[in-house]
């Protein structure tokens, strides 16, 4: 319950921030924040090295065995790892677009270059919140995202919007750079609270190679997440300037709030999935299941058709020149409600033991994601993005809903046997 209120506070202001920033910087300022701050999370993957994850396991393991030593060592070291990670991303960063910067798109270049000095916060915010978790503290231990963060940005936005201070997309950044350093001395303070004291005990020990080798896969996996998530944005704003990324940037983030019932019914299914199939009880597993898939689509379907038939009225909250994004929305609608409603496909696989099949499935899709884009973003701008994320992400639930009966013999969807 307690992630639930997070994800509604999360996704409730980072719509009202989307809203007041469409307002005041108009598509295309916001299309050019869009592509800086989607570049920049791409970027991020590779900083934090797929450490915010190994940290949770690793932080759950040591205190629990009271390896005090080793978890010193582990959060002193994934720190500096990450440290060092973005201060290499950052001027490669500048090199790089200042050697190329008379074939960039100017209007994009200075928002890119101000969001990459968020590089080094971004990481260690992750990192904290990931040991936060990892002692159990799972509330506290994602606060500062979910509700710190946005909740700073939008206040510092409400406030430039009713002053009628002229915001442009660099100094919009720079205000989500103090959100995002607020969130994480937050979470600092939050670390340092819960850390057993016995830490302070112990010399710190080290075990470098395993750690990067435990951490290798895990940033596989985030780096074809991401590719599925940023790559409509980042080749659209490549190839068709900050105007059509503004349109599509608003018109992604009305379609995502079909699946926020599917995410929030995920951070809440995990621990059953794991312990009903463990237990091997996979008649009341199959059950819960198909109940909460019903739920989630029957919640999205009316959504989703109001978008699909409505979308101009949703994207004129926006503003008017937003409207022009209508069947990009109604595209992505579709695809996710067809999303919605094949269940918890990944979440499934990875809470059974079958991780190896959900990375699978990723990379395909992502593979298909990129090639499409590239084929239709020239031919069709954001109406070919939207095709290109939707193909793609229908063609995952596919290849997950095929993997999640063969390896467990569950029915997914909502179409599945509700068994008593």
Do not use: C
């Not at 590779?46 to 915010?52: E, I, K, R």
């Not at 190329?100 to 992750?126: D, K, T």
């Not at 990129?370 to 031919?379: D, G, R, T």
Request: aromatic share 10%; no cysteine.
């Amino acid at each position: 319950m307690g992630t639930f209120l997070l994800k509604v506070s999360s996704v409730g202001l980072g719509f009202l921030t989307s809203l007041l920033l469409a307002h005041m910087l108009g598509a295309k300022g916001y299309g050019a924040y869009a592509y800086a701050l989607s570049l920049v999370d791409f970027i991020n993957v590779f900083v934090v090295f797929g450490l915010p994850v190994l940290t949770t396991k690793q932080v759950s393991i040591y205190s629990s065995k009271k390896k005090w030593g080793y978890l010193r060592g582990f959060l002193k070291w994934s720190e500096r790892v990450i440290l060092i990670n973005a201060i290499i991303a950052a001027s490669l960063s500048f090199v790089i677009t200042f050697i190329f910067q008379s074939h960039l798109n100017h209007e994009m270049l200075l928002p890119f270059r101000i969001a990459v000095l968020l590089l080094p916060f971004l990481g260690l915010l992750q990192l904290k919140e990931a040991a936060i978790q990892g002692l159990k503290h799972i509330i506290m231990g994602q606060i500062s995202s979910s509700t710190i963060r946005p909740l700073i940005f939008l206040i510092v936005i409400a406030i430039a919007y009713f002053s009628k201070i002229n915001l442009n997309p660099s100094r919009t950044i720079e205000l989500n750079i103090v959100a995002v350093i607020v969130a994480l001395v937050f979470s600092f303070y939050i670390l340092r609270n819960y850390l057993p004291p016995e830490i302070k005990l112990e010399k710190a020990k080290y075990k470098a190679k395993f750690w990067i080798k435990s951490a290798l896969p895990l940033l596989l996996s985030g780096v074809l997440g991401l590719i599925n998530s940023q790559t409509d944005i980042i080749m659209l704003g490549a190839m068709k300037g900050a105007y059509a990324t503004g349109i599509y940037a608003v018109a992604t983030r009305v379609a995502t709030l079909i699946v926020f019932i599917l995410a929030s019914v995920n951070a809440a299914m995990a621990p059953t999935i794991a312990e009903l199939y463990a237990k091997n009880n996979l008649k009341q597993l199959q059950n819960v299941i198909t109940k909460s898939a019903r739920a989630v689509f029957f919640l999205s379907l009316p959504i989703a058709v109001f978008l699909i038939y409505k979308g101009k009225l949703a994207l004129w909250l926006f503003g008017k020149e937003f409207m022009a994004g209508s069947s990009t929305l109604a595209i992505l609608s579709i695809g996710q409600l067809i999303n919605a409603s094949a269940g918890s496909v990944g979440l499934i696989l990875a809470m059974t033991g079958h991780e190896k099949d959900v990375a699978f499935g990723v990379g395909v899709s992502a593979v298909v994601n990129v090639i499409l884009n590239a084929m239709l973003i020239p031919h069709l701008g954001a109406k070919g993005a939207a095709i290109a994320t939707s193909t793609s992400m229908i063609m995952w639930n596919i290849i997950l809903g095929i993997y999640v009966y063969k390896r467990t013999r569950l029915d997914p969807t909502a179409l599945g046997a509700w068994k008593q």
